[in-house]
């Protein structure tokens, strides 16, 4: 199994900046995509950034060239640098990474969401 840890949620004033963790551990081989999704009261979840095994990286129109995405792999981790927050910028985030263990098939797992509020 694979846990996903999930950290550096809080609340920021518009303009400000957060920097999201999410620790991957467990029965990891090799890691492919990671990537960051978030969820707004009343809406559905959606796609924020991604970054490949590669390090190739694409955004969200919404959050292009506010947010960066990068990742350790030597610490299964993924980040999501968000700068010049803005109040629709709130919600839930989850991290989401593609993996696989030793000999075994790829599988999709889901960090727990930490909470992003941002006030003006």
């Known amino acids: 199994q694979v846990q996903l840890v999930e950290s550096g949620g809080g609340l920021v004033q518009a303009g400000g900046s957060l920097r999201l963790s999410c620790a991957a551990s467990?029965?990891?081989?090799?890691?492919?995509?990671m990537s960051w999704y978030r969820q707004a009261p009343g809406k559905q979840r959606e796609w924020v950034a991604i970054?490949?095994?590669?390090?190739?990286?694409n955004y969200a129109d919404s959050v292009k060239g506010r947010f960066t995405i990068s990742r350790n792999n030597a610490k299964n981790t993924v980040y999501l640098q968000m700068n010049s927050l803005k109040p629709e910028d709130t919600g839930v985030y989850y991290c989401?990474?593609?993996?696989?263990?030793?000999?075994?098939?790829?599988?999709?797992?889901w960090g727990q969401g930490t909470q992003v509020t941002v006030h003006s």
């Open positions: 989401y990474i593609n993996s696989r263990a030793y000999g075994r098939d790829w599988n999709d797992y």
């Open positions: 467990g029965s990891i081989f090799a890691i492919n995509a």
């Open positions: 970054i490949t095994s590669g390090g190739n990286t």
